[in-house]
DNA sequence: AGTGAAAGAATCACTTA
DNA sequence: TAAGTGATTCTTTCACT
């Protein structure tokens, strides 16, 4: 992983759309060498994988949430019975098991309160022990980005 | 927007680099008019753009980290340029003004406590009136998608 | 929405430094 | 071990139906 890796994975995580041959003048190489780092970078892992980015608004899913959750429950079990739960359900962007006061910090995306509140039942009755439940909801998203800070 | 199209954008938000007649093959069309199809939801901006997803822990970023923000400035002058300072820091992959208790939420991603530190620096000092800001730190990622529900 | 042709891009065997 | 050339194949794009 050297720098022309670097900056290819720069370029790509802001535009994947560039052809092979864009990709290559941008790192002074020709399309080859460029194409054979970039089938060791999907290889190793590096490069997840490519997606088509939405606009929420759009397509009528304006309402983010995060949910954030107290718990007693803390065997394995009970666990992946969670993670399971969570994990099938399309609304559930962003998961994390958190350090520090809460347990677990969720963002969900939905198109309105009614959803939200249609969601958060699914959410509390899909395993016992969410009782501390709390959600806040975003008034505006200012920033939204992919891209991992690569410094190029 | 028929049906057609939001299986189209449900496959590409799972994976852009399905090729034209993978695609047309997958929603019983040819590649003329599923062509024509994209290039419609991309000028109508539901298609944002295309990106590469990259790992962040194969990047040495391994830490996530959530801010809570409370200001008492709301003028209009503070909050642009807040939201500038912000927009200018990579580490920042998600920024919400957020209804409730504390006024913003961030998402920031680092590679480990010394360089959040570092970051958490930078933020408190570049506007002023940031005198409530609490850091919470992810233990785990447990689920992590820029797919939105479209439920196909 | 489809056909078919032309232009463009990706892929790979082989070569070179 | 990394880069380049050139041929082949696959994909996208578009005028026309």
Redo the contacts between chains.
């Keep these: 992983m050297d720098k022309t890796d670097r900056r290819l994975?720069a370029l790509?995580?802001?535009?994947?759309?560039l052809s092979l041959q864009e990709l290559a003048d941008a790192v002074n190489l020709t399309t080859t060498p460029c194409w054979k780092r970039l089938k060791r970078l999907e290889e190793?892992?590096?490069?997840?994988?490519?997606?088509?980015?939405?606009?929420?608004e759009?397509?009528g899913?304006g309402l983010?949430a995060?949910v954030l959750i107290k718990t007693q429950q803390h065997s394995s079990q009970w666990y992946s019975q969670f993670?399971a739960a969570?994990?099938a359900m399309?609304?559930?962007?962003?998961?994390?098991?958190?350090?520090?006061?809460?347990d677990?910090?969720m963002?969900v995306?939905?198109a309105d309160m009614k959803r939200y509140d249609d969601f958060y039942k699914r959410l509390v009755n899909s395993v016992p022990g969410l009782s501390d439940v709390t959600s806040?909801?975003?008034?505006?998203?200012?920033?939204?980005?992919?891209?991992?800070?690569?410094?190029n």
């Design positions: 994975l790509l995580q802001q535009d994947c759309s190793a892992g590096i490069i997840q994988g490519r997606v088509a980015l939405l606009d929420p759009k397509l899913l983010t995060f993670v969570v994990d399309p609304e559930v962007l962003g998961f994390w098991r958190m350090a520090g006061e809460y677990y910090l963002r995306q939905v806040s909801f975003a008034m505006e998203q200012i920033k939204y980005t992919t891209a991992l800070p690569l410094e």
